[in-house]
């Protein structure tokens, strides 16, 4: 019994000793922003946000979320878009409103699904029109990491959401968190393309300049709005890939 006391003192009590001289040391917010699992260039431009009063607040709320309810994406991927597209590899920014909701489906990447999982109907009609104005084949899978990994910023504006509760995470913070990413990028990046689907990522054009940026808007690709017109023939992919090659970049092959 005495050995087993001594275990459960140094599994408990050493890493609240850890963390405190942590506190001590660095204080709440540089030790929060330790914390935050992101890759880092990213951490170098947007890094201060960390160190907000709104993002400690954010914190507190996201980590009492996954503790009492199923939260999605795991949290493991709530940084999925910017760790997978470094900000000096962005050449695209896609924008999403919040994560899906049902098991199986949200990895932190907009739109995205995981693989082996069934296309939700805007993402189906996201492919539809990458079909009909550059003559990509429909994909087998859903997981779109495949354009992270070219430069393509798949990036929600609320991060997280409580599972079978669309929206049930906006205006906690996370849109300040993600806006001032958009505002990073327009500041110090050249040339970059801004798609912008649906009135909620319209909005976020305030945020750019377009002399320096491409900026391309429709309507979303839910069917809601898609089949009422002005998303199928919008041509953005190909757009996009046009305006990127006029700057030296290579295509989006999507």
Not at 207 to 223: E, M, Y
Request: hydrophobic share 40%; with cysteine.
């Amino acid at each position: 019994m005495p050995q087993r006391v001594a275990i459960l003192f140094f599994v408990l009590y050493i890493p609240l000793q850890i963390i405190a001289k942590n506190f001590a040391s660095l204080g709440f917010s540089s030790y929060l922003r330790s914390m935050v699992k992101i890759e880092e260039s990213w951490r170098q431009h947007i890094g201060e946000e960390f160190e907000k009063p709104y993002f400690k607040t954010l914190t507190d709320f996201v980590r009492q979320e996954y503790a009492q309810y199923r939260c999605y994406p795991p949290g493991s991927l709530i940084f999925n878009a910017f760790n997978l597209c470094p900000f000096d590899e962005v050449k695209v920014v896609i924008i999403g409103q919040d994560p899906y909701h049902e098991p199986g489906q949200a990895h932190g990447l907009s739109f995205s699904v995981t693989e082996g999982t069934p296309f939700p109907p805007s993402l189906l009609n996201i492919f539809k029109e990458v079909h009909d104005d550059t003559g990509a084949p429909m994909p087998q899978s859903g997981d779109l990491s495949r354009w992270a990994r070219q430069g393509v910023l798949l990036l929600n504006a609320t991060l997280t959401v409580r599972a079978h509760q669309a929206a049930s995470h906006q205006r906690r913070g996370w849109e300040q968190f993600t806006d001032a990413a958009i505002s990073a990028l327009n500041r110090d990046r050249d040339h970059l393309v801004f798609l912008l689907w649906g009135g909620y990522a319209r909005a976020k054009a305030s945020l750019i300049d377009q002399q320096r940026h491409r900026v391309l808007q429709s309507v979303h690709p839910s069917p809601l709005s898609a089949n009422r017109g002005g998303w199928f023939g919008n041509h953005h992919f190909s757009l996009c890939n046009s305006y990127l090659q006029q700057w030296g970049e290579p295509p989006i092959e999507w």
